[in-house]
T-cell receptor, first 110, second 112 residues
Framework: RKEVEQDPGPFNVPEGATVAFNCTYSNSASQSFFWYRQDCRKEPKLLMSVYSSGNEDGRFTAQLNRASQYISLLIRDSKLSDSATYLCVVSYLGGFKTIFGAGTRLFVKA | DTEVTQTPKHLVMGMTNKKSLKCEQHMGHRAMYWYKQKAKKPPELMFVYSYEKLSINESVPSRFSPECPNSSLLNLHLHALQPEDSALYLC???????????FGPGTRLTVL
């Protein structure tokens, strides 16, 4: 079993749609959680950190469920510019270990 | 200054060459990282420096040799690479270990 698992997609959605991604992790000692987006042939860019209480940044909402060991990302009112690969990232051992999920590909179409 | 810079952007080298990749940040971050990313795969952690000390080596072959001359600079020395080492090499930094990481644009390496 992979340490961090994501549905690879692709997710094809129309503009304005709401889309949700899930990510599961296997190490119960995981401490920090993040969502990154990566455009083709570019570096990953931090989208948001994920906190236990859940957090929101504009159209993006992230949730953490420690009991079930998963994190989620909700994108509301999708824009064409949201088309990218979304990477779930988990960190543990005080940050010595950082594991990326394989990524979920999102295509938003007009 | 809120960015991580990497040089060169592209590098082509033969299997007998020695080259170095450079990474720099001026955000006062004390943790710096090297990742390797193959096409259509996620980044894989290679090395982590925390307060200029190598903190972890993810079983990377010795033909890759990291160096952290000071808190702002990170180098990756390359020697006797193989064609399968061709990849995007990404540098990242974070305030401290475990915090959000900020990535440089990467060096696209091709080994002939």
């Amino acid at each position: 079993r992979k340490e961090v698992e994501q549905d690879p997609g692709p997710f094809n959605v129309p503009e304005g749609a709401t889309v949700a991604f899930n990510c599961t992790y296997s190490n119960s000692a995981s401490q920090s959680f993040f969502w990154y987006r990566q455009d083709c042939r570019k570096e990953p860019k931090l989208l948001m950190s994920v906190y236990s209480s859940g957090n929101e940044d504009g159209r993006f909402t992230a949730q953490l469920n420690r009991a079930s060991q998963y994190i989620s990302l909700l994108i509301r009112d999708s824009k064409l510019s949201d088309s990218a690969t979304y990477l779930c990232v988990v960190s543990y051992l005080g940050g010595f270990k950082t594991i990326f999920g394989a990524g979920t590909r999102l295509f938003v179409k007009a | 200054d809120t960015e991580v810079t990497q040089t060169p952007k592209h590098l082509v080298m033969g299997m007998t060459n020695k080259k170095s990749l450079k990474c720099e940040q001026h955000m006062g971050h004390r943790a710096m990282y090297w990742y390797k990313q193959k096409a259509k795969k996620p980044p894989e952690l290679m090395f982590v420096y925390s307060y200029e000390k190598l903190s972890i080596n993810e079983s990377v072959p010795s033909r890759f040799s990291p160096e952290c001359p000071n808190s702002s600079l990170l180098n990756l020395h390359l020697h006797a690479l193989q064609p399968e080492d061709s990849a995007l090499y990404l540098c990242a930094s974070s305030l401290i270990l475990g915090n959000e990481q900020f990535f440089g644009p990467g060096t696209r390496l091709t080994v002939l």
